[in-house]
């Protein structure tokens, strides 16, 4: 089902339906997309995150990925033996706890190819907007993922503004 809530097919959703309800949608459709441009790379949106973590740090630990990440341990574990599978990263141990994990030549080298496509994907999912919109829309999107308050502060910071 949530196949097709993905594709192009069928109508639109409402504009003003529930805002949760179109980001999901949103996101599922922009993952959908990334994934296809990234399938012939051998690599998943999910890895090409994980991947473009180190474009900002240049090594971290699998718990520092998991926690950037916002996934367990456990997931980061797997996702890293995959990518390591892959020749695309590289582990070493700066301790018996602490294992750093670090991409390979071959690594920033897809990074780099995947980093296009995904421009790419961007670029076509902002093409209907002007300049100006697509700066409004980056800051809202930013100053929402930066949200701090509950919903009771919301409203009441809403009622201020009236």
């Known amino acids: 089902m949530s196949e097709r809530l993905t594709t192009s097919e069928g109508p639109a959703p409402r504009p003003d339906a529930d805002l949760g309800?179109?980001?999901?949608?949103?996101h599922q459709r922009f993952r959908a997309l990334l994934d296809s441009g990234l399938e012939d790379l051998g690599l998943s949106a999910q890895e090409y995150g994980i991947l473009s973590v180190f474009q900002a740090r240049p090594?971290?630990?699998?718990?520092e990925l998991a926690r950037i990440s916002q996934v367990t341990r456990q997931t980061m574990h797997t996702s890293v033996l995959s990518l390591e599978a892959a020749g695309l990263i590289e582990r070493s141990a700066r301790n018996q706890r602490v294992v750093l994990v670090r991409p390979t030549k071959r690594g920033r080298q897809c990074l780099e190819t995947a980093t296009r496509r995904v421009r790419a994907v961007e670029h076509a999912a902002l093409a209907a907007l002007s300049r100006e919109d697509e700066r409004t829309v980056r800051a809202w999107l930013a100053s929402l993922a930066a949200l701090t308050t509950g919903p009771g502060k919301a409203e009441a910071g809403q009622k201020e503004k009236s």
């Open 21 to 26: 309800y179109l980001f999901r949608l949103a």
């Open 59 to 63: 090594e971290l630990s699998t718990s």
